[in-house]
């Protein structure tokens, strides 16, 4: 009986031990499984970053940045927006997947992504539309900015996104509005130079 006691024990002490093995294999897996992640989401932000300033071609600029959106961000209904020569309005440059005839002109102050411009800060929704949201807003998920010397040249605004994304802005998500703010203002400000400057023949 002791015999038959004392084994029950070891193997008592073998299946704990075993539980514990298997609790430490998961959460060397799981910390593994994140490292791998970062790593892709750095790959990705260097990649966004190399293509933004890989050509002065406007088009090309314009089709990276949605791509980044699209296939990064999670969002195939964005726009584009550029601020006039006098601070005073925003023009569509582009969309995807909304209809610009409804913002192809925004009073730079005006809804949720004039006034994003004004104070130069991503504006992220978090719960219900604010009162001066546009009708054009109804969707809005998110507004970038578009920053070069502190001044604000643009936006990118976000309306709804992909299924997948279960309409949550990650982290990863606000590193990507971050590059977007300055690399994709600086790249479309050169792009817009250097197609002037074609235009003028120099």
């Known amino acids: 009986s002791e015999e ?3 084994t029950r024990r070891e193997q008592g002490r073998l299946q704990t031990q075993l539980r514990d093995i298997e609790q430490e294999n998961q959460r ?25 300033h890989g050509t002065l071609d406007r088009d090309e ?34 969309a995807t997947g909304i209809d610009p005839g409804t913002c ?3 009073a730079v ?13 991503p504006w992220i929704r978090s719960a219900a539309l604010p009162a001066e949201a546009q009708p054009y807003e109804t969707e809005l998920t998110a507004c970038i900015p578009l920053l070069l010397d502190g ?3 643009g936006a990118i605004a976000l309306f709804r996104l992909l299924p997948q994304k279960s309409g ?4 990863l998500d606000r590193e990507l509005f971050e590059l977007l703010a ?21």
């Open 4 to 6: 038959v006691a004392r």
């Open 28 to 52: 060397y897996s799981a910390q593994y499984v994140e490292v791998e992640r970062q790593n892709t989401n750095l790959a990705n932000l260097y990649v966004a970053s190399y293509r933004l």
């Open 61 to 94: 600029v314009v089709t990276v940045v949605q791509e980044i959106l699209a296939n990064l961000v999670g969002s195939e209904e964005s726009a584009i927006f550029e601020a006039a020569a006098d601070g005073s309005t925003l023009a569509l440059v582009a």
């Open 104 to 106: 192809r002109s925004i």
């Open 109 to 121: 102050g005006q809804g949720l992504i004039g006034r994003a411009v004004v104070s130069g800060e």
């Open 151 to 153: 001044r604000a040249i």
């Open 168 to 171: 949550v802005i990650e982290a």
């Open 182 to 202: 300055t690399h994709a203002a600086t790249a479309l400000y050169c792009s817009a130079r250097s197609r002037t400057e074609a235009g003028a023949g120099v």
